[in-house]
């Protein structure tokens, strides 16, 4: 048995519920910020048999997908920064973060 724990994007967090759903995989949903860009992303926590793993990665892989998203970086109140530096600037986003954990032991009461 092994725990995923899969961070992706709100935008993808809903397309991602529903094919877990769709392909029978129970997964745990929180809400969590990023620390890069404060913005929203789910975690999934999923408990899950070893030989599903690949199945699970494939599915997380195939939905939460990378995109480029303009952001305005936070305003540096130094004079002596550039100036260019409040402008905004592309940077890549979406995507998952995906960590699979061995479990010593699983109970369900």
């Given at each position: ?30 809400s ?12 999934f926590i ?13 599915i ?26 409040a ?22 009461f």
């Amino acid at each position: 048995m092994k725990l995923i724990l899969a961070i992706v994007q709100d935008k993808d967090s809903n397309l991602l519920s529903s094919e877990f759903i769709d392909n029978n995989i129970r997964a745990t949903k929180l809400s969590t910020t990023g620390g890069f860009l404060k913005s929203g992303n789910t975690t999934f926590i999923i408990g899950i048999d070893d030989e599903r793993v690949p199945e699970v990665l494939q599915i997380i892989k195939e939905t939460a997908q990378t995109r480029e998203q303009f952001m305005t970086p936070p305003v540096n109140l130094d004079a002596t920064s550039d100036a260019t530096m409040a402008y905004p600037i592309e940077v890549q986003v979406g995507g998952a973060t995906v960590f699979v954990l061995p479990v010593d032991q699983f109970l369900h009461f």
